[in-house]
């Protein structure tokens, strides 16, 4: 299995555009977790899903925040709009029930 | 809420040292796991436990969970460069949610 995969690896945009991050869970693993990682506040969770369907985004800063999984294979995170604030490394991962999560490599975001 | 705190925030060692990391938890541990993070990539997992007194070793490192299920060290023998990195607890929350919250981690530097 390729791991969890993450898209793009760096994105850098101004501040008003809209952003969207995307990630591929390894197969087979039922929950997914979105991650922001700063030098300030360390590593948050922003929400997860199981199955598909978010069961926690009390992460998630503020309503610009939004978080969608179509499918058990593809979930997006995406920022409208972006702010300076923002600029952070962002993190999916994703696991097997009551197994150990495993880290995509991550989307590192600078909002200019 | 509960809070893990690691200790030292960073540490400098000559290669072929002994070094011990701490991670203390505000409340008892219901899974701790160990991970480690380069510059610029995500998340290895290298360890999880449950169990008070709980022992794991993997090359080099050894991870233990004391009896009260609050506190976790990580002790890496004959440190070496490949050693390098930023080590992170992690732990679920109570009540079966699957999430987890880490510690601020520590930053480890191995001199050769």
């Known amino acids: 299995d390729a791991g969890v995969i993450q898209s793009p690896r760096h994105e850098v945009t101004e501040m008003g555009q809209e952003v969207t991050l995307r990630c591929k869970p390894i197969s087979g693993h039922d929950y997914l977790f979105w991650y922001r990682q700063t030098m300030m506040r360390g590593l948050e969770l922003l929400i997860y899903f199981n199955n598909n369907v978010p069961i926690d985004d009390s992460g998630m800063p503020e309503d610009r925040f939004s978080a969608k999984m179509p499918n058990a294979s593809f979930s997006t995170l995406k920022i409208q709009p972006s702010e300076p604030r923002d600029s952070a490394v962002y993190f999916c991962a994703s696991r097997a029930a009551a197994y150990e999560q495993y880290f995509g490599p991550g989307t590192r975001l600078t909002v200019t | 809420s509960q809070e893990l705190e690691q200790s030292p925030q960073s540490l400098i060692v000559q290669e072929g040292k002994n070094l011990t990391i701490n991670c203390t938890s505000s409340k008892t541990l219901y899974g701790l796991y160990w991970y480690k993070q380069k510059y610029g990539e995500g998340l290895i997992f290298l360890m999880m436990?449950?169990?008070?007194?709980e022992e794991k070793s993997h090359e080099k490192i050894t991870a233990k969970l004391d009896e009260k299920k609050q506190q976790s060290s990580l002790h890496i023998t004959a440190s070496q460069p490949s050693h390098a990195g930023i080590y992170l607890c992690?732990?679920?929350?109570?009540?079966?949610?699957?999430?987890?919250?880490f510690g601020t981690g520590t930053r480890l530097k191995v001199l050769a």
């Open positions: 992690g732990a679920e929350t109570p009540g079966g949610t699957y999430k987890y919250i």
């Open positions: 436990l449950q169990k008070g007194g």
